[in-house]
C-alpha cells in the first residue's frame, strides 16, 4: 500500500459516543499491543476534552490493559490549558483520573507541559515542552514520531489549540507554542503544532455530536487548513475519523471504513 494510499482520510461509525468510546479504545489497546510487544518505545499524544476522558476510560475498563508494558508507553498531549496542575480544566489531570494513574507507567514517562503554578511564564511553559520533545527527538525532527496522536476536533475545525485563522496554524518552525486570546477559554494555552502532529504515524480523531458534522464534512472535503484546522491534519500511515452517527451526517458512503 502507497504511502498515499495508506494516509487517506478514512472514517469508522459508531452509533453512539460510547460506542465511539469503545472502538477506539479497542484499536489503541491493539496498537500499544503490537507496538510493545517486542520492546519498542511507543509515544502517544492524547487530547482533552469529554471523549478524550471516555477514551482513556474505555482503555482503564479493558482487561487487556492489563497485558500492557507501561514502561514503554510515553504520554504527551497536543496541547495543554495554562492553568494551575490542579484545575479541572487541565488535560492532563483528565487523563490521570481516566488511566494514567490507574496503570503501572512510570512518572518519567509522563511529560506533562508546566502549570500556571509552576513559577514558569507561558512563553517559559511552551519552550520547556519544546526542549522536552527534543528529547525523544528523532533523525528527522527534534520531537518524537507519535505512534498514535489522539485529536478532539471542535465545531469551529480546530484542533490541539490550532484555531481557525489565527497564526498558530501556519507555523511550521517550532514544535510548541503559546496561545493567548483563545477563542476558547481558558484564555492561555500550548499547542503542538501541525509539523508535529502531522509527523505522527497515526492520527485518530475522534468527535461525536451533531454540532461537529459540519466540521468534519469540510475536513474531508478538503478545506484549507488555515481555517478549517482539521482539514490540515494527516498521519504518515493512517488518517481516521472515529465518530458516531449524529456527526457523520455529511460523510460520503466511499469514505467509511468499518472494517479498521
Known amino acids: 500500500m ?52 471516555a ?3 474505555a482503555v482503564r475498563s479493558d482487561p487487556r490493559a492489563a497485558d500492557i508494558d507501561w514502561s514503554l508507553v510515553h504520554f504527551w498531549w497536543g496541547d495543554e490549558r495554562f492553568v494551575a496542575h490542579d484545575d479541572p480544566d487541565r488535560n492532563a489531570r483528565q487523563s490521570r483520573e481516566a488511566l494514567l494513574d490507574h496503570v503501572p507507567v512510570p512518572a518519567e514517562n ?5 502549570a500556571s503554578d509552576s513559577g514558569l511564564t507561558l ?16 533523525d528527522e525532527n527534534p520531537w518524537p514520531s507519535f505512534a498514535v496522536c489522539f485529536l478532539g476536533v471542535g465545531p469551529d475545525g480546530h484542533i490541539a489549540s490550532l484555531f481557525p ?11 510548541a507554542l503559546p496561545v493567548r486570546n483563545s477563542p476558547k477559554p481558558p484564555a492561555e494555552r500550548v499547542t503542538l503544532t501541525r509539523p508535529v502532529i502531522n509527523s505522527a504515524k497515526r492520527v485518530w480523531m475522534v468527535l461525536t ?3 461537529k458534522a459540519s466540521a468534519l464534512g469540510l475536513a474531508l472535503a478538503g478545506a484549507a487548513y488555515t481555517s478549517v484546522p482539521v482539514a490540515g491534519a494527516r498521519g504518515r500511515k493512517r488518517t481516521v475519523f472515529f465518530v458516531d452517527e449524529a456527526a457523520a451526517s455529511e460523510v460520503s458512503p466511499d469514505l467509511i471504513d468499518q472494517a479498521y
Do not use: C, N, P
Open 123 to 138: 512563553d517559559d511553559a511552551a519552550a520547556a515542552y519544546a526542549a522536552e520533545l527534543a528529547r525523544f527527538g528523532t
Open 209 to 211: 455530536g451533531a454540532d
Open 55 to 57: 477514551v482513556l476510560s
Open 110 to 114: 509522563i511529560h506533562e507541559v508546566a
Open 2 to 53: 502507497s504511502h498515499t494510499q495508506s494516509a487517506e482520510k478514512r472514517v469508522v461509525i459508531e452509533e453512539t459516543a460510547d460506542d465511539v468510546a469503545k472502538r477506539v479504545a479497542d484499536r489503541f489497546l491493539t496498537r500499544l499491543r503490537a507496538r510493545t510487544v517486542d520492546g519498542r518505545l511507543a509515544h502517544i499524544a492524547l487530547t482533552g476534552g469529554s471523549m478524550g476522558g
Open 165 to 175: 485563522d489565527r497564526e498558530e496554524v501556519t507555523v511550521t518552525d517550532a514544535a
